[in-house]
């Protein structure tokens, strides 16, 4: 083959040939696939979570320059990196050898957990320090707005990276000083004499032990690259078995091209075609990538006009280019420049921004695109030019967009440039931009204004441009035309209002949703532009300025305490000590193997899943005819491959199918699978079977759904009194009541489901992504009906886990498992991110009715909770969710007579289940709603009536339980001191009284978290422990370590247990051979459970060494072992443990229910955009109660994570469904999970100390899901500062806020005259783009 048809490019400094190069292959899947490259990790596929991020150097011929960057490896197609150098996770450091600083630096400050984001986020920050060796904090942040990590909470990520910033380095390198301050001396925090920081314990992590950054020793650009430009002059061409790729060289060339293929996708960052592609079932045929055509890539400054991109720009080379000359021209002709660069900080990721091109955003005309409005204010010039006709100018104005994503150049022209112009310096020029998450998000609705006045402040013109008001980019062009020749005041100001509302409608059911939000903002943008060029002429209301301030990224601040083991304790005895996750630097270096990364093996097969597209419908036929046609494909399973019994599964009852026979009952639930040579095929040929449907009704999708029509699982209503309800109620000094909503959550772990599954002999092993490799094992065994003892699941890690693979796993395992047995053949399947968040379920929406009675202090005498949960299409874990609720409805308060019930609503929803927390979450949101609306009434800090009902040692529960050892008050008043609550109160109130469109809010909230499985025969756990006879020790259990740690957590209890230094300990994997009859590892219980099966075991083996240790007293450990060894010793043991005195019973209302419960306490302080329903949060104390924490880093790393995990369930974390059950949020586009900026600038977290927990392993306590509900303290904090907007509209007293808190229902919540003009379209006159589920 002719050079120009190979695709040459460079993969960790190794050149790469390949002859057959396929454009449809994305970099990603070459890395992992063809070379074998499995640090590189497949999270999304769609840019918007950073796993697969690499580093992709070129070389710029004409200024000799090498550029590195981030760039998301899902998104590039491997033709795209022709001639270019790639660096992944593997090419910049191992364990085996040298240590990359990046990679070295993320394990050690404990910033990574489950690992799955780690490799992306190491590629980050390198390809950071390749391009800018000492980064400033505004770089480091904005290198990590692509990623995402579901695990940390970010926060020791930051720390760790920091270190690399200028300034961090030689403060480092010196040595510590010894009064605990870091080597910054006297500009350390603790002899800054900070008080939250003075009393820190220790730190966390060690920066003076690490070893120093030196750029000089990185990998240079390959030499062959840099020397011959070969690769680069030539036009090349791929031709794949579908689609070809053509890269022309030459401006002629590519028109020509375009002009034989008018359908033909002009490729640069691929960040809409790749998404097309793969999300929407797009096929191009033929793909034109421009990025070495001069004319396309060329910038130049035209004098007196303004600056011309070439179309194929990048993002980044546009924002570069537009802040130099914002550093070197006069401000006023730069405006529309510094719109842009402003807006490029929101716009995507640092990766996608590397990639994605001006030419790219303008062509693909998305109504939300968040350039084309600024484009259309600025009316910016474009040159398109096609082959036949040659070049032409075209304005981008109101006639530009011509329909949804199409506009007026024809399909054989290309778009050659766009010419930005300068401003005057009578020109205002602004651009607003409101998303759900501030960083990489798309816009809900943007906008651009470019107004120029004349001498007497009079509308010389003015143009107005919307995005997310309808299918395409609008210029408000009506308005504009009436605005003109008035005076710029508040008279002009009411009548733009009034036209905007006019001019900018929006149907109830248009699609985006958030009507009234999405109108309200028109007019919040164009009054805090109003306000923006009133403040330049000098002209506004202190109170009113608050409108024109956007919120910038704070610096971060944080903080840990906890208490450092005695200096007496023994050196070999880790427990109560910082050890790293004991795959941290595994995981760092992307040595650290998931499911997927598993060697591909002979004959391996790959199978994809055919999924429901209807709620609630009959299957009249299911035809996977066109797909076994198909070359590669081997097999199809369906119903039809099972018996009626043998079909059938579930958690607790069996109510679900492996395969839909008949009935399909919600979407995304599994019809069929196809079985075929590689995952491309399989996906492929999954979406040509053929599924008929006869649609049922009703749908149900709601609460309110199930309510009306009476749908229950009826045989799960849990309920539990206390005392006299009613009667409490009839004597209270007062009552009242009320009604609230709390959303799903989707689990977002990083690494979606995937199983592996290879036949052997009679036997099958079945590698999963499970918390429950027990639960696998059963009824993979039931399902191919054998014993239990011919299957085996096995677990190494999983890439976070958070309960959503505690049952749902099945859903993966099951189809692969009878593939693999039928076909005798090994098959895997990965769930790609959109399925595995339609199939898989998520936590339960939850709606709460109470009723309370209380005093005129705001003692709670009384309260009665009634509690519906969205179970979804089966029960699977929700009955046992509800059953939680019923137990934590009461959060932390001692209330004396108590009446609850819940509902287990059967919905035509994708069946819900465990997410850690367990429905506690919910509850106690429920009841601080009800503590809230207490205060509220009686005029009172709701801190203050929380701190009255507080539950105190020795009080009893609703379920009769005694709290013992209740440290809740201890917690609480820590958490207020630290906090400085009381004068925090003061200033925040100052705050709300000087400004009237930001507002802030704290709120300070405790927890009590029941700790054990609900279900009796849970609460039971196994070890196996051998002692090899070289006196290493190899220790399985039965939890499953899915980032929490709980391996590192089980060497250090067996270290103490064990008793004797220089042990090497090791835990190999979870396995269902070594350890049977396993819990999942879930309810936090992972440490208690298989820690005190690790005692055991090891106590058991420490007696049989006994009598070597007597007669070699001053003997070693090793000499011990082999003298028992040849003594014909047994040196292994298992342990087990079943928790005492545990069990609730329903029936008799008897019964302890947990084994003890962690508790804690938290502040947060946000500040609130009430205009747009933006916020930011300030900062936040946590004090938790986790006994004598057998690793500080650790738990307080559960802590962080669990936290912000829990922010972006009250604030941010939306799952969106049609009225048809169809969800809408399938990926990290659509849902959005918390990023690095959301982090609480300030971020402090104390172990609370003296408090050891007598009922767990070495005075512990559990961790995992306690934290989590603290982050409601941010959620009533937006809340407090809503009331405050409210109290300044006369809006006084209680008022209803669901969660999740996004900006949407902030805005809407915090009316005003401007929300006040649109009012709530009357419910039944048209059909809602989306439901609350
Ligand atoms: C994770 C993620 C986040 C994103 N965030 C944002 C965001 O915040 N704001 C936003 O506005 N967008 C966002 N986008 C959308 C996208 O990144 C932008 O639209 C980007 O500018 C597209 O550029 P590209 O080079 O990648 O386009 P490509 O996918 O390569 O091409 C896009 C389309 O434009 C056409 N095209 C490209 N160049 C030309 C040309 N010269 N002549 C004719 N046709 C051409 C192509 O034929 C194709 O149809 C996001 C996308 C992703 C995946
Ligand atoms: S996998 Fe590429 S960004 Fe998520
Ligand atoms: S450690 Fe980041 S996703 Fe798990």
């Known amino acids: ?112 957990q489950c690992g799955f984001c780690t490799p992306g986020i190491v590629m980050s920050m390198y390809a950071l320090l ?34 690399f910033l200028e300034g961090h380095e030689c403060a480092r390198l010196a040595t510590p000083p010894s009064d605990g301050a870091c080597a910054k001396g006297d500009q350390c925090c603790r002899r800054l004499g900070n008080a939250t920081t003075n009393d820190v314990t220790a730190k966390l992590v060690q920066p003076h032990h690490f070893a120093p950054y030196d750029p000089s020793q990185e990998p240079i650009f390959p030499p062959e690259l840099q020397l011959d430009d070969a690769l680069d002059v030539h036009s090349v061409t791929f031709k794949g078995a579908r689609v070809t790729w053509h890269r022309p060289t030459r401006l002629e060339e590519l028109l020509t091209l375009k002009q034989q293929h008018p359908d033909a996708r002009i490729v640069v960052g691929n960040t809409e075609v790749g998404v097309e592609v793969k999300f929407k079932n797009c096929h191009y045929p033929v793909l034109i990538q421009p990025s070495l055509v001069p004319e396309l890539t060329q910038v130049e400054v035209l004098a007196g006009q303004g600056v011309r991109f070439g179309a194929a720009a990048t993002l ?150 919307f995005g997310g008001m309808a299918p395409t980019t609008i210029l408000a062009a009506k308005t504009s035309a009436a605005l003109q020749g008035r005076e710029w005041n508040d008279q002009t100001l009411e009548a733009a209002l009034d036209l905007l509302v006019s001019e900018i409608p929006l149907h109830p059911g248009a699609p985006g949703g958030m009507i009234q939000f999405r109108r309200s903002l028109t007019l919040s943008f164009f009054y805090k532009f109003y306000l923006t060029v009133q403040q330049t002429l000098g002209s506004v209301p202190e109170e009113a300025l608050s409108a024109t301030r956007q919120f910038q990224s704070l610096p971060i601040k944080s903080a840990q305490y906890y208490e450092v083991v005695p200096e007496d304790q023994q050196l070999h005895d880790l427990v109560g000590r910082n050890v790293t996750h004991l795959s941290g630097i595994k995981q760092a270096t992307g040595e650290a193997v998931y499911c ?57 009852i069996h109510d679900e199918e492996i395969f839909v026979s008949k009935t399909v009952t919600s979407q995304g639930q599994v019809i069929g699978a196809v079985v075929a040579e590689d995952q491309l095929i399989a996906q492929r040929a999954a979406k040509l079977v053929k599924v008929e449907y006869e649609e049922l009704t009703p749908v149900i999708i709601t609460i309110d759904d199930a309510i009306r029509e009476n749908s229950f699982f009826e045989q799960f209503k849990p309920r ?63 399902m191919v009906g054998v014993p239990l003892n011919r299957v085996t699941c096995r677990v190494k890690r999983i890439g976070g886990g958070f309960g959503g693979k505690e049952s749902r796993g099945v859903l993966v395992a099951l ?165 400085d609550y009381a004068n925090r109160r003061k200033q925040v109130n100052k705050f709300n009284r000087e ?61 103490r247990a064990l008793g004797v230094p220089e042990v090497d300990v090791y835990v190999s994997e979870t396995s269902t051979d070594k350890v049977p009859n396993t819990s999942p590892t879930a309810a936090s219980a992972g440490s208690d459970l298989n820690g005190m099966a690790i005692i055991d075991a090891c106590e058991v083996l420490l007696k049989r060494l006994e009598p070597y240790r007597a007669a070699n007293p001053k003997g070693k450990w090793k000499e011990w072992v082999s003298a028992a060894y040849f003594n014909r010793v047994s040196l292994s043991a298992t342990g087990f443990h079943a928790t005492p005195d545990i069990g609730f019973d329903w029936k008799t209302k008897t019964g302890k229910a947990f084994n003890y419960f962690t508790y804690g306490a938290a502040c947060a302080e946000v500040e609130v955009d009430c ?77 609370l100390r003296g408090a050891p927990n007598p009922r767990a392993v070495y005075s512990s306590k559990a961790v995992g899901e306690p934290p989590l509900f603290l982050a409601a303290s941010v959620f009533f904090a937006i809340k407090n500062a809503v009331a405050s907007a409210r109290a300044d509209s006369g809006l006084k007293g209680a008022f209803r806020l669901d969660s999740p808190a996004t900006a949407a229902k902030i805005r809407m919540a915090c009316q005003d005259r401007f929300t006040q003009k649109f009012p709530e379209p009357e419910p039944g006159t048209f059909t809602p783009w989306n439901v609350t589920p």
């Open 995 to 1055: 400004n009237r469109w930001k507002k802030r809010g704290l709120s300070m909230l405790p927890t009590k978290f029941g700790i054990a499985f609900t279900t009796k025969f849970l609460n039971q756990s196994g070890a196996l422990v051998h002692i090899y006879h070289d006196g290493s020790v190899l220790i399985s259990h039965g939890g499953t370590e899915m980032g929490q740690g709980l391996h590192t957590k089980m060497v250090q209890v067996a270290s």
């Open 720 to 782: 539990l009194t206390k005392n006299d309800f009613g009667a409490a109620l009839q004597k209270a000094e007062h009552q009242l009541s009320g009604e609230v909503h709390m959303g799903g959550q989707d689990h977002f772990y990083l690494e979606t489901h995937c199983t592996f599954a290879l036949p052997k002999e009679e036997e099958l092993e079945i590698y999963c992504s499970t918390q429950n490799p027990a639960e696998i094992q059963k009824l993979v065994a039931h």
């Open 316 to 465: 980044s080379q546009v924002e570069v280019a537009l802040k130099r000359q914002q550093a070197e021209r006069p401000e006023a002709e730069t405006r529309v420049f510094k719109a842009i660069t402003d807006m490029l900080h929101w716009f995507a990721g640092k990766q996608i921004r590397n990639v994605a091109a001006l030419g790219g955003n303008i062509m693909t005309g998305s109504p939300i695109s968040d350039l084309n409005p600024i484009f259309l204010a600025a009316g910016c010039e474009l040159e398109v030019a096609s082959a036949s006709k040659g070049r032409r100018r075209v304005r981008m104005d109101g006639s530009f967009f011509t329909g949804y994503r199409k506009n007026v150049v024809a399909p054989d022209e290309i778009l050659l440039s766009v010419l930005v112009p300068f401003t005057r310096a009578n020109q205002h020029f602004v651009a607003f931009k409101q998303a759900k998450r501030r960083d990489d998000d798309i816009a809900i609705v943007n906008a651009a204004f470019n107004l120029t006045l004349d001498q007497n402040k009079k509308v010389e013109s003015l143009q107005v441009a």
């Open 596 to 652: 997927d990364d598993i060697p591909k093996v002979a004959g391996e097969l790959y199978l994809a899943l055919v999924l429901s597209t209807k709620a609630h419908a009959n299957l009249r036929k299911v035809d996977p005819s066109a797909a076994l046609a198909l070359e590669g494909v081997h097999a199809f399973f369906s119903a039809q491959d099972l018996s009626p019994e043998v079909n059938k599964h579930g958690a607790i």
């Open 815 to 979: 189809p692969v498992a009878l593939a693999a047995h039928k076909l005798r053949r090994p098959v895997r399947c990965m769930l790609d991110r959109d399925e595995d968040m339609v199939a898989t379920g998520g936590r339960n929406p939850f709606r709460g009715r109470y009723q309370v009675g209380f005093d005129s202090q705001g003692r709670i005498h009384a309260c009665k909770m009634t509690m519906f949960n969205n179970a979804g299409c089966s029960v699977d874990l929700s009955c046992s969710v509800m059953d939680r609720a019923v137990f934590h409805m009461e959060n932390a308060y001692n209330i004396p007579n108590i009446e609850t019930e819940g509902f287990v609503c059967k919905t035509n929803l994708p069946s819900n289940t465990a997410f850690r927390g367990f429905g506690g979450p919910q509850a106690m949101f429920l009841a601080e709603n009800y503590v809230e609306d207490v205060a509220t009434f009686l005029g009172k800090d709701p801190a203050e009536v929380r701190r009255l009902n507080l539950y105190q040692d020795g009080d009893v529960t609703h379920y009769n339980q005694q709290l013992d050892n209740c440290t809740l008050q201890r917690c609480w008043d820590e958490c207020e001191q630290k906090s």
């Open 1171 to 1247: 205009l747009t329903g933006d916020h930011q949060v300030i900062q936040t104390d946590i004090v938790m109660d986790l006994g004598e924490s057998i690793n500080p880093a650790l738990d307080i790393g559960q802590i962080e994570g669990a936290f912000v995990q829990g922010y972006g369930m009250f604030t941010l974390e939306e799952v969106v469904y049609s009225p048809q059950g169809t969800l809408y949020s399938r990926g990290p586009g659509m849902y959005k999970v918390p990023g690095f900026a959301d982090v609480p600038a300030e971020f402090n977290v104390s172990l």
């Open 130 to 163: 390749r391009a800018t060796p000492t980064p400033d904090p505004h770089q480091l942040e904005v290198a990590f707005q692509g990623n995402l990590c579901r695990c940390t909470g970010y926060r020791p990520i930051l720390e760790g990276f920091r270190t």
């Open 1 to 112: 083959m002719g050079d120009n048809t190979r695709l040459v490019f460079f993969v960790n400094g190794r050149k790469v040939v390949e002859e057959n190069a396929d454009p449809e292959w994305t970099l990603l899947y070459y890395l992992r696939n063809k070379l074998g490259l499995c640090g590189t990790k497949l999270g999304c596929a769609e840019g918007g979570c950073g796993a697969c991020t690499v580093m992709v150097s070129k070389i710029d011929r004409i200024s000799r320059q090498i550029s590195h960057l981030a760039v998301n490896a899902c998104l590039a197609p491997v033709c795209s990196v022709h001639g270019q150098a790639v660096t992944t996770v593997e090419g910049i450091g191992s364990s085996r050898g040298r240590l990359s600083a990046v990679q070295e630096r993320l394990a050690k400050s404990h910033g990574s």
